[in-house]
């Protein structure tokens, strides 16, 4: 039976499309009250939320076969984690999906606060040409204090950096060698930083230490004529008390995307001409809703597959900063743990992975534990996690080595993965982090594997490429894409080749017979 998931609300089509491709059973529901979602979700395996849904312990209790919590988004501050993980319950999240949009979003802000835009734009749109009342400032020159530099802080830092600004930062858990990196000069206490500061943004998650984080002392301390940015979690800033300051001028203006109740109708800022309000839109993109389903449905069905899943805020096997820079690479090594059982045909006795360019300083434990997790998909339930990887490879006959290279080539970062001589090479490729094989079989590619292909290794010729495609074309299978390596010096050549569906016996031999094929695979991710 297949497995089912609840969807509460809207996700991209590009999710909802790989669930069900996946084999997934997918009901939507959107609007449920927390009376209806508590009668509805007992039959299914997995559930997916966004912002709104509430997964209250209560919810989570009436949840009998639930296995998974997908956050289709960065936070997961409406999800009960606690009560989750008393049940065994994975609570994960798509924590890089919106991102870019939300860094983009508060430079949109800080532009907009500068410029005075949507004062200026309000005064055309009421028939005034009145280009004294919105001096602006610029940018260039100015200081940034960023409170947070986590993922959207870094991003923030980037641009801010490309507009000239001077940057200056708070965040307890950022190391000295990070800021320096990102050309921040980070501080120890909030204190040190308010009074530096001609733009104040954060990047920072509510929790009690940050709600109220913002109140009278600190906009006090804060330098005359401040703009504060706030698109990460409303009660960061004290609204009352930045109410307050707006009007005194003290700040001399604010530019919010979020707030602590939701739908925000009405609040000391609304109809103050120096307060630009936006409703909690720094996420609502395009590309990053399509992200954030892409992301989610990859991460519920590894989860329901009983695979690992790198981004479980619950299960989590990494600090943060170092899962960021690698969990991306676990489905293409999980990938790549897959196609190589079937190019071997069985489990190996040695695998080496190696983590190339900037994964190289990286702890390999997470990506050596998605290629066993994909090389191991047939003959394990839950086991493979980061802690039990060397103990789960031994089960199996199988000597793990890594190793590490900072030279990629041409890649920014790649992962190189051997088994009993057979080697793959992958790499992720644009904001989606497409897992693209970069090398197989030592032969250099660049493509992005299908669920179906077919890989062959010949003698090379000429007319060999016609005669795959003749045949593939008159059994009537689709080839999507295909790459073609060589090995000038062996006079030996590969192709990888997308096709739609799984290609029959008979058209596999009749390949063998027209080509006289060294190898061929059929191969199924």
Same mark, same amino acid.
């Given at each position: 039976?297949?497995?089912?998931?609840?969807?509460?609300?809207?996700?991209?089509?590009?999710?909802?499309?790989?669930?069900?491709?996946?084999?997934?059973?997918?009901?939507?529901?959107?609007?449920?009250?927390?009376?209806?979602?508590?009668?509805?979700?007992?039959?299914?395996?997995?559930?997916?939320?966004?912002?709104?849904?509430?997964?209250?312990?209560?919810?989570?209790?009436?949840?009998?076969?639930?296995?998974?919590?997908?956050?289709?988004?960065?936070?997961?501050?409406?999800?009960? #984690?606690?009560?989750? $993980? *008393?049940? &065994?319950? @994975?609570?994960?999240?798509?924590?890089?999906?919106?991102? /870019?949009? +939300?860094?983009?979003?508060?430079?949109?802000?800080?532009?907009?606060?500068?410029?005075?835009?949507?004062?200026?734009?309000?005064?055309?749109?009421?028939?005034?040409?009145?280009?004294?009342?919105?001096?602006?400032?610029?940018?260039?020159?100015?200081?940034?204090?960023?409170?947070?530099?986590?993922?959207?802080?870094?991003?923030?830092?980037?641009?801010?950096?490309?507009?000239?600004?001077?940057?200056?930062?708070?965040?307890?858990?950022?190391?000295?060698?990070?800021?320096?990196?990102?050309?921040?000069?980070?501080?120890?206490?909030?204190?040190?930083?308010?009074?530096?500061?001609?733009?104040?943004?954060?990047?920072?998650?509510?929790?009690?230490?940050?709600?109220?984080?913002?109140?009278?002392?600190?906009?006090?301390?804060?330098?005359?004529?401040? #703009?504060?940015?706030? $698109? *990460?979690? &409303?009660? @960061?800033?004290?609204?009352?008390?930045?109410?307050?300051? /707006?009007? +005194?001028?003290?700040?001399?203006?604010?530019?919010?995307?979020?707030?602590?109740?939701?739908?925000?109708?009405?609040?000391?800022?609304?109809?103050?001409?120096?307060?630009?309000?936006?409703?909690?839109?720094?996420?609502?993109?395009?590309?990053?809703?399509?992200?954030?389903?892409?992301?989610?449905?990859?991460?519920?069905?590894?989860?329901?597959?009983?695979?690992?899943?790198?981004?479980?805020?619950?299960?989590?096997?990494?600090?943060?900063?170092?899962?960021?820079?690698?969990?991306?690479?676990?489905?293409?090594?999980?990938?790549?743990?897959?196609?190589?059982?079937?190019?071997?045909?069985?489990?190996?006795?040695?695998?080496?992975?190696?983590?190339?360019?900037?994964?190289?300083?990286?702890?390999?434990?997470?990506?050596?534990?998605?290629?066993?997790?994909?090389?191991? $998909?047939?003959?394990?339930?839950?086991?493979?996690?980061?802690?039990?990887?060397?103990?789960?490879?031994?089960?199996?006959?199988?000597?793990?080595?890594?190793?590490?290279?900072?030279?990629?080539?041409?890649?920014?970062?790649?992962?190189?993965?051997?088994?009993?001589?057979?080697?793959?090479?992958?790499?992720?490729?644009?904001?989606?982090?497409?897992?693209?094989?970069?090398?197989?079989?030592?032969?250099?590619?660049?493509?992005?594997?299908?669920?179906?292909?077919?890989?062959?290794?010949?003698?090379?010729?000429?007319?060999?490429?016609?005669?795959?495609?003749?045949?593939?074309?008159?059994?009537?299978?689709?080839?999507?894409?295909?790459?073609?390596?060589?090995?000038?010096?062996?006079?030996?050549?590969?192709?990888?080749?997308?096709?739609?569906?799984?290609?029959?016996?008979?058209?596999?031999?009749?390949?063998?017979?027209?080509?006289?094929?060294?190898?061929?695979?059929?191969?199924?991710?």
């Amino acid at each position: 039976m297949a497995k089912r998931v609840l969807v509460t609300e809207r996700i991209a089509d590009e999710g909802l499309e790989a669930l069900e491709r996946r084999g997934l059973e997918v009901d939507v529901r959107l609007d449920l009250t927390p009376e209806q979602l508590i009668e509805a979700i007992p039959p299914y395996d997995a559930i997916i939320v966004r912002s709104a849904t509430r997964m209250t312990p209560e919810v989570i209790d009436a949840a009998a076969n639930l296995k998974i919590i997908g956050r289709a988004g960065v936070t997961v501050d409406n999800i009960n #984690v606690d009560a989750a $993980t *008393a049940k &065994g319950i @994975i609570v994960c999240n798509a924590p890089t999906s919106n991102i /870019v949009s +939300a860094a983009e979003h508060t430079m949109a802000l800080l532009l907009a606060a500068a410029r005075r835009i949507p004062q200026a734009n309000a005064s055309m749109h009421g028939g005034e040409w009145d280009r004294a009342s919105f001096v602006g400032s610029e940018l260039l020159g100015k200081t940034l204090a960023i409170f947070g530099l986590g993922r959207i802080g870094e991003l923030v830092a980037q641009r801010a950096r490309a507009f000239g600004m001077k940057l200056v930062a708070y965040d307890p858990y950022c190391s000295l060698e990070r800021a320096e990196h990102l050309g921040v000069r980070l501080y120890d206490t909030v204190g040190e930083v308010l009074p530096l500061a001609d733009f104040i943004t954060v990047h920072l998650p509510k929790t009690a230490e940050t709600t109220h984080m913002f109140g009278p002392e600190q906009f006090a301390a804060m330098k005359e004529g401040v #703009v504060v940015v706030n $698109t *990460a979690r &409303g009660g @960061i800033y004290d609204v009352e008390s930045l109410a307050d300051f /707006v009007a +005194a001028g003290k700040v001399a203006g604010c530019a919010l995307d979020v707030y602590e109740d939701e739908p925000c109708h009405e609040s000391p800022l609304h109809g103050m001409g120096s307060a630009l309000l936006t409703p909690h839109i720094a996420a609502v993109t395009r590309e990053a809703q399509a992200r954030a389903g892409r992301q989610i449905a990859e991460a519920v069905w590894a989860g329901l597959e009983g695979s690992m899943v790198p981004t479980a805020i619950n299960k989590s096997p990494l600090p943060p900063e170092m899962l960021d820079a690698i969990a991306p690479y676990v489905p293409a090594c999980r990938m790549m743990g897959r196609l190589l059982l079937q190019v071997l045909g069985g489990t190996p006795k040695l695998l080496r992975v190696e983590l190339a360019g900037g994964l190289a300083s990286s702890d390999p434990a997470l990506l050596v534990s998605g290629v066993l997790d994909g090389m191991l $998909t047939d003959r394990k339930a839950a086991d493979v996690t980061t802690p039990d990887t060397v103990s789960i490879a031994s089960r199996y006959g199988i000597h793990v080595e890594t190793a590490a290279e900072s030279d990629a080539q041409e890649y920014a970062s790649a992962v190189r993965v051997t088994a009993d001589g057979v080697e793959v090479a992958s790499t992720l490729f644009g904001l989606d982090q497409t897992a693209r094989i970069v090398s197989l079989l030592d032969y250099k590619i660049d493509i992005v594997p299908a669920s179906h292909s077919l890989v062959m290794e010949y003698d090379d010729a000429p007319g060999r490429i016609g005669t795959i495609g003749t045949i593939l074309g008159a059994a009537g299978v689709n080839i999507t894409t295909m790459q073609i390596g060589t090995k000038p010096a062996d006079g030996r050549a590969m192709v990888y080749i997308n096709v739609e569906g799984e290609v029959p016996d008979a058209v596999l031999d009749e390949l063998r017979d027209a080509i006289d094929l060294k190898s061929l695979w059929r191969i199924v991710l």
